[in-house]
């Protein structure tokens, strides 16, 4: 063991000094590098056998590619990163890059020295269980399938990860309207609630525990999280907590937003023993990510078609003024309620009503008035209704009311009982108004349309009557 040669490569100068006095005992020769530079340099000029980087002070965003090519250079050598608990998002860019293994930092001087030890006799990580992966996988999609909605997605989420390889707890984060972290599902094979250690389940980016709880770290970086031993949160609270509930690891899984201002949070998988995984268990971990992500985009697209559909729907159906049906849906329900009235052998009848001296209204106090009055009309003549009547304005001052399971004689009732209503409600801006009304019965075989005729026949001799009145059509 002691003629082989290692090389430690960290920015930081301490750093380097203290891995020397505590590992150089251990090598034939050791070199120490402060970037990636100096290291491939070294390393041309000299075989390694174990190149031990320690990621700390490095950053992804311009370090990362360096390291990859230094990785992928060295061959059959060996690589050992020692990765943060907070930054494991290096960690699927880079074991795959050749024989790559990995310790979750900070590591005591025992850890780190047993580490090197074994590194150097040959004892590796193992290799993963591809049919338990596989098995997730299937899991995780048969349970999102069909989901609707975010809530859906997180509970079946979480319930397709716990209880399975070793997770005991497993809980999503999503950044929800407010643009705040909540926790939005959770689900435990033990009774364990999160919300226990947060102490809240909304507004967690406001939580003293952002920084160093796996799932609020993914959530809040968009990075992978691996706390695999709970004293290395750096919050002896928060390891204690942990310990007492019987938890070993936790590790934070980022969603990979599909696109900008997509679905933002993680998901957190909590482990009642400490777990070692190899590369492609990692790896696993961020195809996870995207698949939770890609079904929250889903159910949040679905919602918002749902959405769009019932506006389109709401305007191509109902008078913006009133509030009422408008006169084209109107006609297909009056139609719609004809048939069904005949199949079960019920009457249905229509009564029709506009208000009197309207032109004047608009004449005498303006537009804006006379819309005014259209609403408190619609709305005085609706607070008489049944849950089953359809108020539908036909245009202008001109309304119908579908009167379904009614026979003529209730509709006169109904039509009289409308009338004395809107003669008693003041109408704001002008005076008091009345409407005109005709009733009518559907005949047998009589169609939608001939129907109309009639009422709007027995409406014009109200109108005829001296108007505030109430008429039956003719058959």
């Known amino acids: 063991m002691l003629q082989q040669v290692g090389l430690f490569l960290n920015p930081v100068g301490q750093r380097r000094v203290d891995f020397q006095n505590l590992c150089a005992a251990r090598f034939g020769r050791l070199y120490l590098a402060d970037g990636t530079e100096q290291a491939a340099d070294l390393l041309a000029q000299q075989p390694v056998d174990l190149l031990v980087i320690d990621l700390e002070r490095f950053d992804r965003n311009f370090d990362l590619l360096a390291l990859r090519e230094l990785i992928a250079a060295r061959g059959a050598g060996r690589t050992l990163l020692l990765c943060p608990f907070s930054t494991c998002g290096w960690l ?96 435990s094979v033990n009774g364990f609630n999160l919300v226990q250690i947060l102490n809240r389940g909304d507004r967690l980016l406001q939580s003293p525990l952002r920084h160093v709880l796996p799932g609020l770290l993914a959530a809040c970086s968009g990075e992978l999280a691996m706390l695999d031993a709970a004293a290395k949160s750096g919050d002896p609270e928060l390891a204690l907590t942990l310990l007492d509930k019987g938890i070993e690891m936790m590790v934070g899984i980022p969603l990979a937003p599909l696109a900008e201002g997509g679905v933002r949070g993680a998901l957190c998988l909590t482990y009642g023993t400490r777990q070692r995984f190899a ?111 359809v108020l539908v304005r036909s245009g202008g001052e001109e309304f119908h009311i579908i009167a379904p399971h009614t026979s003529a004689i209730d509709a006169l009732k109904m039509a009289e009982k409308i009338r004395a209503a809107v003669a008693r409600t003041e109408i704001p801006g002008c005076d008091r108004l009345t409407i005109s009304l005709g009733v009518a019965q559907v005949a047998d075989q009589e169609s939608a349309d001939a129907l109309m005729v009639r009422v709007s026949a027995a409406l014009g001799r109200a109108k005829r009557a001296g108007r505030n009145c109430v008429e039956l059509a003719m058959l």
Do not use: W
Not at 146 to 153: K, Q
Not at 295 to 317: G, I, K, P, S, V
Not at 323 to 334: P, S
């Open 92 to 187: 699927p860019e880079l074991l795959p890059c050749g024989a790559v293994d990995y310790a979750i930092a900070p590591l005591d001087d025992g850890e780190l020295g047993a580490l090197i030890d074994a590194q150097l006799a040959g004892v590796h990580a193992p290799d993963p269980d591809v049919s338990a992966m596989l098995a997730a996988r299937d899991r995780v999609q048969a349970a999102l399938a069909g989901a609707d909605d975010s809530v859906a997605v997180g509970e079946r989420l979480c319930a397709a990860m716990c209880g399975h390889d070793g997770v005991i707890h497993a809980a999503l984060f999503l950044m929800i309207g407010d643009d705040d972290l909540h926790l939005s599902a959770q689900q």
């Open 279 to 389: 590369a492609a268990t990692i790896a696993h971990f961020d195809a996870l990510g995207q698949l939770a992500a890609a079904a929250l985009a889903m159910a949040q697209l679905r919602r918002e078609n749902e959405t769009l559909r019932a506006r389109l729907h709401h305007l191509a159906t109902v008078d913006p003024l009133t509030g009422t049906i408008n006169r084209r849906h109107g006609e297909q329900l009056l139609d719609l309620e004809i048939r069904r009235a005949r199949r079960y052998q019920l009457p249905i009848a229509l009564i029709g009503f506009d208000i009197d001296r309207f032109k004047a209204v608009n004449d005498q106090f303006g537009h804006p008035v006379g819309d005014v009055a259209l609403r408190t009309v619609a709305e005085a003549a609706q607070a008489e209704l049944r849950g089953s009547d």
